[in-house]
């Protein structure tokens, strides 16, 4: 080995040797002991909402991780979660960088599911990224986006959906480069490259919705919806001037799509997959909207105030089988103290909402199906 390899090795050591010792002048919170260089990433398994609970478990609801060279704080309980949020929030409003028509709608994914035979197997997830792709597909370009509703395999519905599905599982990825920017350009764990590959097919994807729009989408019945307005934006401008990219657009786009499809989608998958797991709760919920709506005509959103039992499934859905186990990152604008702790200035914030939806001493039986915990009690006794 050279000795210019050996000099920068022994720098980039001492480098990080002096980091700590700032780092450790403060009282942070708990945790546990990082590794040199790497921190606490071995620490973290596959699934860190799991190994971040069993650490709270050992180290407290509020924790300390040092990620590479990124100080990491964790909220593993609701009160930790509420300084943060609630007495810190300004503080904590910002994200760190890193590499990455309805009733229409719901009557098709409805008949869909009725045409199914008893004895036949339906992709139930596919059906509802569709229906819920589309749903928003309707506010956003006035039309359709994927399928027909029909429930056959619809090869656009199947591409759009890996993409979304892609894209969280990549901006959920534990970045070694986010941590230890030197080790970025080698991209070790091959993220950066296919969130590169990613993004040229959401493009190629979201550049034919637009291209079709602005030719096909500007006739009267189909001017009342977001896209149009952009577009109208883009080539007229705002009342100060400002004029929308096709890039913004397709931003804007993606970011819509994203959030709203495959979070949606599985939400409703966990919550039929809890009802077919408990018939006594099935039951009360078909009893409840056979007494409030009948049987011959679909849920409207008037109703819903008068569906409490199904509200109280929506909820604990919710609670049990949460869209992001993980909250999306935030990052310190400045350095705080939260319950006696020393938070560093721009530090990321992870807010464990897995850990906190199954804290014993908040539920009662927290790994059971138990939508009455979100019952009125003056309803308990009227479907029972």
């Known amino acids: 080995m050279s000795p210019l390899v050996l000099y920068f090795i022994a720098l980039a050591i001492f480098l990080y040797l002096c980091f700590l010792n700032l780092r450790t002048s403060h009282r942070l919170p708990p945790g546990p002991k990082p590794w040199p260089l ?65 009733y229409e709608e719901v009557a098709a994914l409805t008949r869909a599911l009725a045409r199914a035979s008893p004895t036949e197997a339906v992709n139930l997830g596919q059906l509802l990224n569709v229906c819920t792709t589309n749903t928003i597909g309707r ?30 599982v990549l901006s959920g ?32 994807f979201l550049t034919e919705i637009v291209e079709d729009h602005k030719i096909n989408g500007f006739n009267g ?54 009802l077919i797991r408990h018939p006594r709760v099935l039951a009360k919920v078909q009893q409840e909207l056979d007494s409030v709506i009948g049987r011959e005509r679909l849920v409207t959103e008037s109703d819903l105030a008068q569906l409490t039992y199904l509200q109280a499934i929506v909820k604990e859905t919710f609670r049990l089988h949460p869209a992001t186990p993980l909250s999306l990152p935030r990052i310190a604008a400045n350095s705080c103290e939260i319950n006696g702790y020393h ?11 897995w850990a906190i939806a199954r804290d014993p001493t908040i ?16 309803k308990m006794q009227v479907l029972t």
Do not use: C
């Open 38 to 102: 790497v921190g606490n990433l071995p620490h973290l398994g596959p699934k860190p909402h799991h190994s971040m609970a069993a650490l709270a478990q050992k180290y407290g609801p509020l924790m300390h991780l040092r990620m590479g060279l990124v100080d990491v704080v964790v909220a593993a309980s609701a009160s930790v979660a509420a300084q943060f949020l609630k007495a810190h929030d300004a503080n904590f409003s910002s994200r760190p960088p890193n590499s990455g028509a309805k």
């Open 139 to 168: 506010v956003m370009l006035g039309r359709k986006v994927v399928g027909d509703g029909s429930g056959g395999r619809d090869q656009k519905a199947v591409d759009f959906q890996s993409m979304v599905r892609e894209l969280m």
């Open 173 to 204: 990825v534990f970045n070694i480069s986010d941590f230890v920017p030197a080790l970025e350009w080698l991209d070790l764990q091959g993220v950066a490259a296919k969130m590169k590959k990613l993004h040229r097919r959401f493009d190629a």
């Open 221 to 274: 019945a189909e001017m009342h919806n977001m896209l149009s307005t952009l577009i109208s934006l883009k080539e007229e401008g705002d009342s100060d001037g400002l004029k929308p990219t096709d890039t913004e657009i397709k931003a804007l786009l993606l970011n819509m799509f994203t959030a709203g499809t495959d979070t949606s989608a599985s939400t409703v998958e966990w919550a039929i997959a809890e």
């Open 343 to 353: 938070i560093p200035k721009n530090s990321t914030l992870l807010v464990n909402i």
């Open 363 to 378: 539920w009662a039986d927290p790994l059971k199906f138990k939508p009455e915990r979100f019952w009125p009690e003056e």
